[in-house]
Every structure is written in C-alpha cells, then in structure tokens.
C-alpha cells in the first residue's frame, strides 16, 4: 500500500509513472482496507490541490500562464523550488487529472466519506478553462451525492409529498434525484401505503 501511494505521490509531483495513472491508483485502493479509503483519498486530493490551487489563484487574476508563472516567481524569490515543483506538477496535469478522477470513482462507495467533503467542494471551484473541467464536473457529482441525505429520509419526504390531498407533480417531477430520484420512486411503487 505505502508503495503504491508513493508512486501515486511522485505521479501527482509530476513525475512520469511507470503505468498509467488510473491503474496505479485502482491498485493503491486495492490494497488497502476500506477503512483506509478517506484517509487516502484526502491525502491525494490535498497534493493535487496543493498545485492547482496555486496556479489558479495566479490565472484567475487575469494573467497568462506566462505571468502567473513569473508572479510565482516574484512571491517565492527565496525558495524557487516551490514555482519548480508547480511548474513540473503542471506540466503533468493529464496524468495528475487522471490520479484524481480514478481517486473519486474508487471512493464513491464509501458510506463515511465526511473527511472528504472539505476537498471534493474545493475541486468543484478549480476553473475549468485550466483543465480542470472533469475533475470539477466529477467532483461536482460526487459532492451532491456524499451532500445528499439518507435513502430513509427521501424516501419518507417523497411520500409525504405523494400523500397529500392534491400532490404537486410538477413539483415533485423538479425535484433533484439527491432529494427524489428514480430509485425514491421506484421503492414507492411497491409501498402499499
């Protein structure tokens, strides 16, 4: 395990893995215990936020990448090695994309994922023009979903909804599927109530 979250480290570093990006972090959970599964996924998300936040503090302020990296530079005159390290993690940011991606689906089944909830909203605010527009739109999905409340709790919010004396089902059609959903209403559909 601490192999493969070492090499999934260096990758997000911006170094070249030896396999690909997805695999190494399948492998990484693979050999973890479920327990484990927060606990390395924050781990890898705070790495990647670590750069991408950085660069996009500098872009956002409506400056080339050129700019930002020479604003970098200005504000870290005493220890370069940090605008080297973005600038190399950056330069890898398909693979450290990919790193974070297979991190969000490995970690979707997991029922505890509370530890998870502070870095998953910080990727969701990563600006997609930078190429972060599928680990936001992911992020995003995954966001709703550990926000989300209880099956239970839809379910008998759903059928209060449902049991009212003239139910609105315009508005129960424009419910989100976190509060209704599919799966909400084809439980009800076996309810005898």
Known sequence: EEDFMAKVLFALDG??????????????????????????????????????????????????????????????????????????????????????LSTLRSVRAVTDAAELVGAVKRLTELPSDLGHGEVSLLANQ????????????????????????SPDFQEICALKATIGGVEVLADLLGDES
């Open 142 to 165: 995954y966001s709703e979903k550990i926000n989300s409340k209880p099956f239970g709790e839809r379910k008998s919010f759903l059928r209060g909804k449902l049991l009212t004396a």
């Open 15 to 100: 170094y070249s893995p030896q396999q690909e990006p997805a695999a190494l972090v399948q492998k990484l959970f693979l050999s973890a215990p479920q327990t484990l599964y927060p606990k390395l996924a924050n781990t890898i998300l705070e790495r990647y936020l670590a750069v991408e936040e950085v660069y996009a503090q500098q872009v956002t302020n409506n400056m080339s990448p050129d700019q930002a990296y020479s604003s970098l530079i200005a504000l870290n005159k005493d220890s370069l090695e940090k605008v080297v390290d973005v600038a190399l993690a950056r330069s890898q940011l398909r693979a450290r994309n990919e790193i974070v």
